[in-house]
Structure formats: structure tokens, C-alpha cells
């Protein structure tokens, strides 16, 4: 079957402009989680949702960053006025269930580069 | 707080030779371990997963693990290297406690070369 999907693949933007990035989860997936990979910080997380529903919001590494999912399925990570910073590799994987254990399945990733 | 440490950035095998990546985790917990493997340009894979059932655990394309909580250990080897093993491995933490229970805690990653 399909697995997670991102897009785009990469993703070349100018300091200060707004990003978003795409996740498709695995279908029937009902828990999704966003990871960021940079050469510094190796993988950190960022957020997960349960449904429609993120319930914590502290992995994400400032206001500037924001994440949504609709209709339990699709979703989106935003990034207003981009820094060189967030250059990385965003990462998007979603799990059957939100259960401690269960198995994450991640998608290819988005890279992107701020300029 | 739970965290991951991979001892050793880069290991180099020859081709048949055993591979021994080493994972150590702290929680103060019963964890959660997981290991994942990234090839060039690709997302994660998950070769194995240790769930509190059996200490030793097998995984896809002849990679094993096992959970010794006396050592906090979970290091994973392959007994004979293939050129296809070459990549990057990364070892993981879950806990069921407070926080972000269902976030993963990643080491930094292990990049593996395989020697003709």
C-alpha cells in the first residue's frame, strides 16, 4: 500500500518569506508526527496530532512555526517569515495508533533550504 | 526525561565482516526502543523494535537486537555486512511517561560504511 507522502521534495525559499509543507498519512493512520533533521540538531520533534487535535505544542521551536490537520487525515506545517536557521530536512510520519510503541512510519521528507 | 546515545558518529566493516552498532538509552521508565535505518535522500525505515516482550529481537534484512535493561543497552548487529547495508542507523526511545509520551527521542545517528 501507499506509504507517508510529503511534498514537495525540496523547497528553496528567500529569508522572511512563508513557507508550507504537505503530509499524507498512511491511509487509516489516526496519529501523525512531525520531525525536523539538520545537521546540528540531528532529528528533533516538532509535534504530533491525535485526529484534528495537536495537544501539545512545545516541540515546536518558535511562534513562526504552526501545524494543522484536517479532516484526520492531510497536514500542513507552516513556517512564517523563514530564517537561514530553518534550513533542514522535515520529516512526517504517522503510526496506526497514538500508542506509546507503535510503530512510526515516516515518508521521504521535505528539504528545505532558506536563502 | 528519556534521552539516546549511539557511541561512534562513523563504524566502517568490511563486506562479511559483523556489525555491531551500539545504543545506550537512559528513562527512568520501562522504554520503548526502536531501530531505524536512512539511506541517502530517504525517510526513515524501522528494522526493529523492542516492546517489552522478548529481549532479543529480530529485524528486517538479517538485523537483530538486544534489550539488556542491566547495561541500558540496545546495540544491534548483522552478523555478516552486505554493500547494501551501507547508510545511516538511528536508535530511538518511547516512554509512557509525562510530556510528549508519543514523541520518539533519536541518538545522532551511526553512519555505516561496508568495504569491499
Known amino acids: 500500500g501507499a506509504g507517508v507522502s510529503q511534498s514537495p521534495s525540496n523547497k528553496v525559499t528567500e529569508k522572511g518569506k512563508d513557507v508550507e509543507l504537505r503530509c499524507d498519512p498512511i491511509?487509516?493512520?489516526?496519529?501523525l508526527y512531525w520531525y525536523r533533521q539538520s545537521l546540528g540538531q540531528g532529528l528533533e520533534f516538532l509535534i504530533y496530532?491525535?485526529?484534528?487535535?495537536?495537544?501539545?505544542k512545545s516541540g515546536l521551536p518558535s511562534d513562526r512555526f504552526s501545524a494543522e490537520r484536517t479532516g484526520g487525515s492531510v497536514s500542513t506545517l507552516t513556517i512564517q517569515r523563514t530564517q537561514q536557521e530553518d534550513s533542514a530536512v522535515y520529516l512526517c510520519?504517522?503510526?496506526?495508533?497514538?500508542?506509546?510503541?507503535?510503530?512510526?512510519?515516516f515518508g521521504p521528507g521535505t528539504r528545505l533550504t532558506v536563502l | 526525561a528519556q534521552s539516546v546515545t549511539q557511541l561512534g558518529s562513523h563504524v566502517s566493516v568490511s563486506e562479511g565482516a559483523l556489525v555491531l552498532l551500539r545504543c545506550n538509552y537512559s528513562s527512568s521508565v520501562p522504554p520503548y526502543l526502536f531501530w531505524y535505518v536512512q539511506y541517502p535522500n530517504q525517510g526513515l525505515q524501522l528494522l526493529l523494535k523492542y516492546t517489552s516482550a522478548a529481549t532479543l529481537v529480530k529485524g528486517i534484512n538479517g538485523f537483530e537486537a538486544e534489550f539488556k535493561k542491566s547495561e541500558t543497552s540496545f546495540h544491534l548487529t548483522k552478523p555478516s555486512a552486505h554493500m547494501s547495508d551501507a547508510a545511516e542507523y538511528f536508535c530511538?526511545?518511547?516512554?509512557?511517561?509525562?510530556?510528549?509520551?508519543?514523541?520518539?527521542?533519536f541518538g545522532k545517528g551511526t553512519l555505516l560504511t561496508v568495504n569491499p
Open positions: 491511509s487509516g493512520h489516526t496519529a
Open positions: 530511538a526511545v518511547s516512554t509512557n511517561s509525562g510530556g510528549s509520551n508519543y514523541k520518539l527521542t
Open positions: 510520519a504517522s503510526s496506526l495508533m497514538l500508542l506509546v510503541g507503535d510503530t512510526q512510519y
Open positions: 496530532f491525535q485526529g484534528n487535535s495537536a495537544p501539545d
